[in-house]
């Protein structure tokens, strides 16, 4: 039986740690053991408590309840606390996703006591290390002993970045193993699709229909406190409202919402409480978001894995950052990269409107990632 402790910290990650969970329980239980530690990157209820709870995932066995804070102090409290639990549980493994400061933290907590570190996610690159994510994410492969990435993209990454992945040695964390396991988020957007259909209210509740609506999340940072950047894509989004005539549906990140008094123009704020055609609404939980990406007629977003998952459920997407790591749908025709630039939000939705040859190759996977890494943590470890 190996022990493996997953490290999750903020919303995406409770999400993807979903379908590694359910793949041990239903099919590794004799194999692997699970340990979960939380730590509390995320600490609004309705940004982590609502998706234990609404996925069926594994409450943590611990939670370090960091809270907000800088880069660095947050990083450094997640350390000494995850540190301590190491030494406690003495893990076969620890298994951390994407590219948060707990992805860091996690990785580095391990990697310095001489465990292994199984990176899921692995090989992205935005090629923008001004983003704290890409320093996150390129150390972290470079701390890992099993690196699992989601497409042919990432695995190129990888092996530019000098990781030999000579799979005649065992794996350890100077011989590491590079796995293209497609993407475990396409096997949970399969698994709970069908959930969301069944569970679901939220069109009912906004009193909206399929493809009468544009869905749009922005969180990040560089757009939520750039009072320039904010106030060209709430101009953009006024304007396409006015000209497509579709609704636009804004699950409010906390971030955003606190930004929004402050930072836009005063105007522009009254003219946007006042369209009924705005639905400003809290956060939803995934089976929600599920519903509300599946039946839009387009999705404007700066997160990454709403990029993914437009794609998924076949729904072009406008990207409200510079880069993409998801460079493939992209590439594909499926999204178009705009950033901040009001003029480019506007003429990016007016092109993926209009056009019609879309195609959905089989870029991530075939919804079996999670088991495929269970089976190699088990061989390899």
């Given amino acids: 039986m190996k022990k493996i402790i997953t490290v999750i910290g903020a919303r995406p990650q409770i999400i ?13 239980s004799d194999k692997i053991l699970e340990v979960i530690i939380h730590t509390g990157q995320h600490y609004d209820e309705n940004m982590s408590q609502i998706f234990f709870e609404e ?7 611990y939670n370090l309840n960091v809270g907000s804070g800088s880069h660095g102090e947050q990083t450094a409290k997640m350390l000494e606390g995850l540190e301590n639990i190491y030494l406690k549980e003495k893990p076969d493994a620890v298994i951390v996703y994407g590219d948060t400061n707990s992805t860091i933290a996690g990785a580095l907590a391990a990697s310095k006591i001489h465990i292994p570190v199984i990176h899921i996610e692995a090989g992205l690159r935005s090629f923008n290390k001004a983003m704290p994510e890409e320093i996150n994410r390129i150390a972290c492969d470079h701390m890992s002993t099993l690196l699992f990435t989601p497409s042919e993209t990432g695995h190129r ?21 590079i796995y293209l396991c497609g993407d475990i988020m396409y096997d949970n957007s399969l698994y709970f699709s069908a959930m969301s259909e069944q569970k679901s209210k939220i069109l009912e509740e906004l009193e909206i229909s399929t493809n009468e609506f544009i869905l749009c999340t ?7 406190d750039d009072q320039s950047n904010l106030n060209a894509i709430f101009r953009a989004l006024l304007r396409i409202q006015k000209t497509t005539n579709l609704k636009i549906v804004l699950p409010l990140h906390p971030r955003t919402k606190e930004k929004l008094n ?3 123009d005063e105007n522009l704020l009254t003219e946007i409480n006042q369209n009924k055609n705005f639905k400003i609404i809290p956060p939803t939980g995934f089976l929600d978001i599920i ?11 700066d997160s990454g894995g709403l990029q993914k998952e437009a794609f998924f459920f076949q729904k072009p997407c406008v990207i409200l950052r510079e880069q993409t790591e998801w460079i493939e749908i992209v590439e594909n025709g499926n999204a178009l990269i705009a ?7 506007i003429s990016s939705v007016e092109t993926l409107i209009k056009k019609t040859d879309y195609t959905y190759p089989n870029l991530y996977g075939d919804g079996n990632a999670a088991n495929f890494i269970c089976k190699k943590i088990k061989e390899e470890l």
Avoid at 16 to 28: H, L, V
Avoid at 55 to 61: C, Q, S
Avoid at 161 to 169: C, M, V
Avoid at 339 to 345: P, R, V, Y
């Fill in 262 to 264: 402050s930072h836009l």
């Fill in 16 to 28: 993807k740690a979903a379908a590694i969970s359910r793949a041990i329980k239903n099919n590794f």
């Fill in 218 to 224: 922005i969180h990040r940072d560089t757009n939520t």
């Fill in 339 to 345: 950033g901040a630039n009001e003029l480019k939000i």
């Fill in 55 to 61: 996925l069926e995932i594994p409450f943590p066995n």
């Fill in 157 to 177: 990454n990888l092996l530019n970045e000098g990781i030999k992945n000579d799979q005649k040695e065992a794996a350890t964390i100077d011989n590491p193993k």
């Fill in 291 to 301: 519903s509300l990406e599946k039946n839009a007629r387009l999705i404007i977003t």
